[in-house]
Structures are given as C-alpha cells and as structure tokens.
T-cell receptor, first 113, second 110 residues
Framework: DVKVTQSSRYLVKRTGEKVFLECVQD?????MFWYRQDPGLGLRLIYF???????EKGDIPEGYSVSREKKERFSLILESASTNQTSMYLC????????????FGSGTRLTVV | KQEVTQIPAALSVPEGENLVLNCSFT??????LQWFRQDPGKGLTSLLL?????REQTSGRLNASLDKSSGRSTLYIAASQPGDSATYLC?????????FGTGTRLTVIP
C-alpha cells in the first residue's frame, strides 16, 4: 500500500522555536507538497517541489521554508514559530503529469504556544 | 484564480439513504478532479479521481460525475452507512496545485 508518512501526529512548540515537519513517501513520486488547513479557510498550499533540491512557493509561503535533499523526503521548516502558525499541516505527493492524483499523509497538528 | 464551492456545507441523513454531494468550480481548464474523505483530526483519503476527459468514476457505493463544461461534479453515495460520516472534499487540479473546496460535513444517523 502506497504511503505518505508524516513523522508527528501532534506537536506543541513555543513561540520563536525553529520547527521541522518531516514527510516521507515510498511511491517514487516526483512532486511533493505542503498544505495547511484551517477552519473556514480550507487547504492552502505553502510550498511544493517537483524534483530534488527544487522548490516553488505556493499561496502562503511567508514564515516557512522547505528542504528536499532526497526524492522521498520533503521537510517544512518554521524558522521562528508564531501562534498564527498553529494549524493542521498536510503533506502530499503525486507523480509528474496531469493524469495522476495526490496522496496525502495523516497530518500533523501543530500548536504554537 | 480557480474557486471551488461545495454545497451543502453540512448534511445529515438517516442510514440507508442515497445522497448527492455537489462541487462547482469556476475555471473549466482542469486536468482532473479528485474527491477526498477526511475524518476529524486526520489526513485526506482519496476516494475517486476523474480525468478531465472522463464523465464518471465508480468505486463500490460511490459514483462521481464530472461535467467540465459547466464546472460541476457530484459525488453520489448509495445506501449510506454511519461509517460514511466524515467531511468530503473535492479538489480540481491545475498545473502545479490542487484547488480545494471547503468541504461537506456528512453525518449518517443510525
């Protein structure tokens, strides 16, 4: 069964901390994505990557950075966590090309206090 | 920019009913449309993927249709069960992104 694995289900961090959210996929997918999900706002794209070491900004990249050193792993970094980054973070992957759907991980609920 | 709307926002039905969830989108230039299910506090589970050239897809009790020219999709759930209770999201695929609706929260009452 194909999988996208997010390393943490729940995280609590303090304001100002540097936070790493990890995502690993075992499907050899080229594309990987980070979304955040907030009530009333739906899912919003933070960053995506279509190849190793490549990254593109999504709709809300401010306050975030990403790293993709290996094809299977895509990390989201909160350089200095703030309370308005409290959210559900969802990682997804897909194969390159228009015919393929997205596979999502189980999500990380991050609370910044 | 693509906008995706799902109506209704919430739906409550008795067990055994057939039901339809609606999704509309503003830009018909999509690659595909995907329906997801999300349980509270969990990630998204893909239910059905419809390519832009297709009209419908079926999986078990689920049937999704796509009318690209009118910017509409429906998800039909037959013989609903309490285990179907969840939020259902539709998403349309652009070049490098999925555009999501805000979902329909379904409750199936035993």
């Amino acid at each position: 069964d194909v999988k996208v694995t997010q390393s943490s289900r729940y995280l609590v961090k303090r304001t100002g901390e540097k936070v790493f959210l990890e995502c690993v996929q075992d499907m050899d997918h080229e594309n990987m994505f980070w979304y955040r999900q907030d009530p009333g706002l739906g899912l919003r794209l933070i960053y995506f990557s279509y190849d190793v070491k490549m990254k593109e900004k999504g709709d809300i990249p401010e306050g975030y950075s990403v790293s993709r050193e290996k094809k299977e792993r895509f990390s989201l970094i909160l350089e200095s966590a703030s309370t308005n980054q409290t959210s559900m973070y969802l990682c997804a992957s897909s194969r390159q090309g228009a015919n393929y759907g997205y596979t999502f991980g189980s999500g990380t609920r991050l609370t910044v206090v | 920019k693509q906008e995706v709307t799902q109506i209704p926002a919430a739906l409550s039905v008795p067990e055994g009913e057939n039901l339809v969830l609606n999704c509309s989108f503003t830009d018909s230039a999509i690659y595909n449309l995907q329906w997801f299910r999300q349980d509270p506090g969990k990630g998204l589970t893909s239910l059905l993927l419809i390519q832009s050239s297709q009209r419908e897809q079926t999986s078990g009790r689920l049937n999704a249709s796509l009318d690209k020219s009118s910017g509409r999709s429906t998800l039909y759930i037959a013989a609903s069960q309490p285990g179907d209770s969840a939020t259902y999201l539709c998403a349309v695929s652009g070049a490098n992104n999925l555009f999501f609706g805000t979902g329909t929260r379904l409750t199936v009452i035993p």
